[in-house]
């Protein structure tokens, strides 16, 4: 009888351990990641078969529990999140896991929402951007936050990498130029496969420089010039400008994103025309053509050819560009012969200064 008792208090013991067992510690982190799959972020395929972002830690395991689970996203300059991806797990047996384990194996979605436009608002971008907020809760085998612990953890994966940006270096704003040989120059932008030339006109000085391009019909409507960061403007335009003309001009280069093409805009800007006699246009002139010729001499000095790179090496400046007869090389066959050089150095086999 005495042993009975035993087994009966023994059973009772076990069956009040299990009764009152619960998860006593609870937490998840986002790993380390030396590279980023932008649908792994924004989870496209619920979160199975993406790259491993996250782990979860529960303990002890074999507890019934249920997972609770969120993705928001803030913009650099945004105030607020918004929510990207929701999901809710039906029951399981607590263990450890990965996000690559929710959705897939034995823990299995019963809800999740997808927010679709915020989603392709973050793909278009290219790379991840802004700050994500994961929040994971843990909830009871009925759907209650589980008792005794923290059981709702925040994690935040940041990116602070800006958005490209294109800013144009010539002409300045407000400058005056030579009505025939305007050089446009602006900063390079990674990734960029094209850049686009638009040219408007000013009519008044009211008139805001953005309006100024969208009205009436462009001197240069989005011209293609090519993967280059200068071009004599002039060389460009589908309708010839007028020395009387105020003019405003914006680049816009076309970079590859994942979400296709990717069109990233200069600010605006606007010149007008000297009538070239004074003197100030003659020395505004002068300025412009070193500029020129000094950038000319810094795209050769790169050239893969040691006669090249010695003879400027030792000082020598360039002061005009003419052919063999003594013309004037045009903007446009200029930049077709370094194109050729650049890709034939062996072609130079010697450098000689007048």
């Given at each position: 009888m005495s042993k009975l008792k035993y087994y009966i208090s023994l059973i009772l013991i076990?069956?009040?351990?299990?009764?009152?067992?619960q998860v006593r510690y609870f937490d998840f982190n986002i790993l380390p990641l030396p590279s980023l799959d932008i649908g792994s972020i924004v989870v496209l395929n619920n979160l199975k078969n993406s790259q491993t972002i996250f782990q979860v830690t529960i303990e002890p395991s074999g507890l019934p529990v249920i997972l609770e689970g969120k993705i928001a996203w803030k913009d650099n300059?945004?105030?607020?999140?918004?929510?990207?991806?929701?999901?809710?797990?039906?029951?399981?047996?607590s263990r450890n896991l990965s996000n690559n384990d929710i959705g897939n194996s034995d823990i299995k979605i019963a809800e999740h929402r997808t927010n679709s436009d915020l989603i392709k608002e973050v793909i278009k971008r290219g790379k991840p951007t802004g700050d994500y907020l994961f929040t994971i809760n843990l909830l009871t085998q009925n759907g209650e936050s589980y008792p005794g612990i923290n059981s709702s953890i925040e994690r935040h994966l940041q990116f602070s990498n800006p958005a490209p940006t294109l800013s144009i270096s010539s002409p300045e704003a407000n400058s005056v130029q030579d009505e025939g040989n305007v050089l446009a120059q602006w900063t390079p932008v990674i990734g960029a496969s094209d850049y686009l030339v638009k040219v408007g006109v000013r009519t008044n000085s009211s008139q805001?420089?953005?309006?100024?391009?969208?009205?009436?019909?462009?001197?240069?409507?989005?011209?293609?010039?090519g993967n280059v960061t200068s071009v004599n403007l002039r060389t460009v335009l589908d309708r010839q400008w007028s020395r009387d003309q105020e003019i405003v001009f914006q680049v816009i280069a076309i970079a590859q994103g994942s979400g296709g093409d990717n069109k990233i805009y200069s600010q605006p800007v606007n010149f007008k025309f000297n009538n070239g006699n004074s003197d100030s246009s003659k020395?505004?002139?002068a300025i412009r053509n070193k500029m020129q010729f000094d950038a000319l001499k810094e795209k050769l000095m790169h050239f893969n050819n040691s006669a090249i790179q010695k003879f400027f090496a030792n000082g020598a400046s360039i002061i005009g560009t003419t052919d063999e007869n003594g013309s004037q090389i045009s903007e446009t066959d200029l930049q077709k012969i370094i194109d050729y050089l650049n890709n034939n150095p062996d072609k130079i086999t010697g450098v000689d200064s007048k």
């Open positions: 076990l069956f009040t351990s299990n009764c009152f067992a300059n945004a105030s607020s999140y918004s929510e990207v991806f929701y999901f809710k797990t039906n029951k399981f047996i805001g420089l953005e309006d100024a391009l969208s009205s009436g019909t462009p001197l240069a409507n989005n011209k293609s010039v020395t505004t002139n």
